[in-house]
């Protein structure tokens, strides 16, 4: 690992500064599942590491009625999952935070980390000698992406599992800065870019993210396909979230996929599908295919074919809806 200096600043104000001060030089620590790993295969050699274990202002999950959840940053993924608020009220949001890794990474990682994980593909996330014998490649000291050489784009995939749960909730996200603070829906803040990643500048934080409301007592599910159920980043993951009438049909339905693009997508035209209606074979089906084309997973992976991982990521809709929607059936 790289020599840096460590920061342990004990407001957000001073985070900020520190931040501006240091800018690109710098990065910010949260529960390092991410970073230190990308440190030690010198991914990234940050002079600065501002470590924001401290910032006990962002660690609340509140919920109120009128203005809807918030949950902070630096809360723990293990205490999300675990949230008595969050499995009744907000059930998309338990389900992904209780799959993310493992135990031990979720008592470790944060909310606020896991929207902001580093895109990941084969030829990216290796040790420097590895990435060196290949040319490296256009996401990290090289010139070409190897999983699209005649492009000039990282097809890097992002693979957070909160992020579409929260799309699925039409979530925002807070963050501050030294210009002052402002909050952006998270499917503005995401980028389709595997170098990119996200409307972040390099001296702003996230400090958290805010559902609104109307979104509370949605049904809703995340599901993954990854080799290792305990261990892994998904190689295809879909949340569903929906407003269900007590008569059992939907009212409103949101789906989102992850790890099949280089960006969480919300996928467009299910509601026209599924409003209403109660579910068939045909339906899903239809409802498989509009995130088959949504997702566009390419060569980040060796672990499973790009055209599986469409595949399986139709599949997962599917049940997703199945799961959420099962008092029509």
């Given at each position: 690992?790289?020599?840096?200096?460590?920061?342990?600043?004990?407001?957000?104000?001073?985070?900020v500064?520190l931040?501006?001060?240091?800018?690109?030089?710098?990065?910010?620590?949260?529960g390092?599942s991410?970073?230190?790993?990308?440190m030690?295969?010198r991914?990234?050699t940050?002079?600065?590491?501002?470590?924001l274990?401290?910032?006990d202002e962002?660690r609340?999950?509140?919920?109120d009625?009128?203005?809807?959840?918030?949950?902070?940053?630096?809360?723990r993924?293990?205490?999300?999952?675990?949230d008595?608020?969050i499995?009744l009220?907000?059930?998309?949001?338990a389900?992904a935070a209780?799959?993310?890794?493992?135990?031990?990474?979720?008592?470790?990682?944060?909310?606020?980390?896991?929207?902001?994980?580093?895109?990941?593909?084969?030829?990216?996330?290796?040790?420097?000698?590895w990435?060196?014998?290949?040319?490296?490649c256009?996401?990290?000291?090289?010139?070409?992406?190897?999983?699209?050489?005649?492009?000039?784009?990282?097809?890097a995939?992002y693979?957070?599992?909160?992020?579409?749960a929260l799309?699925?909730?039409?979530a925002?996200?807070?963050?501050?800065?030294?210009?002052?603070?402002?909050?952006?829906?998270?499917?503005?803040?995401?980028?389709?870019d595997?170098?990119?990643?996200?409307?972040?500048?390099?001296?702003?934080?996230?400090?958290?993210?805010?559902?609104?409301?109307e979104?509370?007592?949605?049904?809703?599910?995340y599901?993954k396909?990854?080799?290792?159920?305990?261990?892994?980043?998904?190689?295809a993951?879909?949340?569903v979230?929906?407003?269900?009438r007590?008569?059992?049909?939907?009212?409103?339905?949101?789906?989102?996929i992850?790890?099949?693009n280089?960006?969480?997508?919300?996928?467009d035209?299910?509601?026209?599908?599924?409003?209403?209606?109660?579910?068939?074979?045909?339906?899903?089906e239809?409802?498989a295919e509009l995130?088959r084309?949504?997702?566009?997973?390419l060569?980040?992976?060796?672990?499973?074919?790009?055209s599986?991982?469409r595949?399986?990521?139709?599949?997962?809709?599917?049940?997703?809806?199945?799961?959420?929607?099962?008092?029509?059936?």
């Amino acid at each position: 690992m790289a020599s840096f200096r460590l920061h342990r600043p004990q407001t957000l104000g001073e985070a900020v500064r520190l931040l501006e001060e240091h800018g690109a030089q710098a990065k910010l620590l949260a529960g390092g599942s991410d970073l230190v790993v990308n440190m030690r295969m010198r991914i990234e050699t940050p002079a600065h590491v501002i470590d924001l274990s401290r910032l006990d202002e962002l660690r609340a999950i509140e919920f109120d009625p009128e203005r809807g959840l918030r949950i902070g940053a630096l809360v723990r993924l293990n205490e999300l999952a675990e949230d008595d608020l969050i499995r009744l009220r907000f059930p998309v949001i338990a389900s992904a935070a209780s799959q993310v890794a493992g135990p031990n990474i979720r008592n470790m990682g944060t909310v606020g980390g896991n929207l902001c994980l580093d895109t990941r593909c084969v030829y990216y996330n290796q040790s420097y000698f590895w990435r060196k014998a290949n040319g490296f490649c256009l996401k990290k000291d090289g010139a070409i992406c190897h999983v699209a050489p005649g492009g000039k784009r990282c097809w890097a995939a992002y693979s957070g599992d909160l992020a579409p749960a929260l799309l699925a909730l039409d979530a925002a996200i807070d963050i501050a800065g030294p210009r002052g603070e402002r909050s952006v829906k998270l499917a503005q803040f995401f980028v389709n870019d595997g170098i990119k990643k996200y409307e972040l500048a390099s001296d702003e934080i996230v400090c958290g993210v805010r559902v609104a409301p109307e979104f509370a007592d949605w049904r809703g599910v995340y599901l993954k396909y990854r080799v290792r159920s305990s261990v892994d980043y998904p190689l295809a993951g879909v949340a569903v979230a929906a407003r269900v009438r007590e008569d059992g049909l939907c009212d409103d339905v949101r789906v989102a996929i992850t790890a099949v693009n280089p960006s969480p997508r919300l996928v467009d035209g299910v509601r026209e599908l599924v409003i209403g209606q109660t579910l068939s074979a045909e339906t899903l089906e239809q409802v498989a295919e509009l995130v088959r084309r949504t997702a566009k997973p390419l060569r980040t992976t060796v672990a499973a074919s790009t055209s599986y991982r469409r595949h399986i990521v139709g599949v997962l809709a599917k049940r997703g809806l199945i799961e959420t929607l099962k008092a029509q059936r």
